[in-house]
């Protein structure tokens, strides 16, 4: 379903909200219908939402698709439909006495708004989904523009696999979303740049609307004199040419050794020798989304140029470093990198690697803790006592030891950030209880004395507390 104005869209949410309190609570066997239709729905369009993506990125690796966007979203979906009814039992609590039983029941919040992004448009679409319809609620659903054809064939799709008043698409612009976000729904989720998070919790204050903010930020990879060189490009690299490192959790920049810096950069341009003879012409590297993004990636470059930093380009021999038509920019290591270049002042979104030294992890402790807290860290060192102090001494969404990005796919851990990288976590119980009001219930007998001790008169009552207070 489209909507192309804030009344359209108010008049979605309040159809929407009717229906779900005329309903009464969602039931267990409701809910896992909801997450199992939203399986199908991926698993049965997979090779249309593959190709949707590719087109929307100018190009896309099929690869990549299959394995964020439709084996880890089923994956994540299966996990709630696994532990749906665990996760619905309600939480007994301790009571002062024995005439009184209490426990806590969650409940669903009601109907949730998601705004999703594009650079994984149907993993941040139908992720969140699995904890919202795992929690009883509805949800409305704005994707980005900036994938067309993607979120035009989600419309599509949810209209064909659900009742409007459970799950509908809203398409629309920028301007668009920015209505979305403004609506009274009873949560909100936004993924997307801590800039424009501002603004929808700014928007969703207005309506007290709950909000969970995954935000991303500049994550920084810190490597330890223990480390292994080939090791620590093999991991980074990985994930920074997956997707092309527009991925919220991408390396966004590195700290490391003066001493370490020539070995990295050697097993750098081996690493991409083996994994990306080509680029060009390769159906396992990807585009870059658009030509704005494409350009201000470039200007990065140039700016971090002009400032005194050493560009190393990680492209095969006889390739050019990036290409306009294609929009592919090959992987380059930025070193020599000062705070003041705009490569370190905002988060990249691309395969540009700024590379900082350090002379121990102390310091790159200190650098980390004086800038805004990102969505992950990550740190390559063998020494348990040092990998413990980098925990201790560091807040992040999460942390990663010896690894790249590998607890995203983890259902059983929280997914959120801290600070300027995000607000509120989910994936698997930790979505269920983010999308779930936990209400108390107490059930108290005829005899408890529980709120007796309120009753005047006073005297007697007074005189026992002030003894037991001595």
Known sequence: ??????????????????????????????????????????????????????????????????????????????????????????????????????WIQSQPLGVVGIISPWNFPVNLSFGPLAGVFAAGNTAMLKPSELTPATSSLLAELVARYFDPEELTVVLGEADTAQAFSTLPFDHLIFTGSTSVGRHVMRAAAENLVPVTLELGGKSPVVVDDSADATHVAERTLTVK?????????????????????????????????????????????????????????????????????????????????????????????????????QIMQEEIFGPLLPVMTCQSTGEAIDYINAHPRPLAAYYFGEEEAKQQAFASRTTSGALVVNDIMSHATIDSLPFGGVGASGIGAYHGIHGFRRFSHAKPVVVQSRNSELSQRLQAPYQQKQEMLTEMLK
């Open 1 to 102: 379903m489209t909507a192309q104005s804030l009344d359209d869209m108010n008049a979605i949410l309040n159809r929407m909200k009717r229906a779900q309190l005329a309903a009464g609570p969602a039931s267990a066997e409701l809910r896992r219908d909801r997450l199992m239709r939203s399986i199908r729905l991926i698993q049965e369009n997979h090779q249309l939402l593959t190709q949707a993506m590719r087109a929307d990125f100018g190009h896309r690796s099929i690869y990549q698709s299959l394995v964020a966007d439709v084996a880890t979203t089923i994956n994540a979906l299966k996990h709630a439909a696994d532990h749906l009814e665990q996760w619905m039992q309600p939480e007994q609590a301790e009571t002062p006495d024995s005439t009184t039983q209490a």
């Open 241 to 341: 040419t997956f997707n092309v490192g527009q991925i919220c959790l991408s390396p966004d920049y590195m700290l490391m050794p003066q001493a370490k810096v020539a070995d990295f950069v050697t097993a750098s341009k081996a690493f991409m020798a083996q994994s990306f003879p080509q680029l060009q012409d390769n159906e396992d590297y990807t585009s870059i989304v658009s030509p704005r993004h494409y350009q201000r990636l470039i200007s990065l470059l140039e700016d971090a140029r002009q400032k005194g930093a050493e560009i190393i380009s990680l492209a095969p021999e006889g390739e050019p470093d990036f290409d306009e038509l294609s929009r592919k920019i090959a992987p380059h290591l930025v070193l020599n990198v000062t705070d003041d270049m």
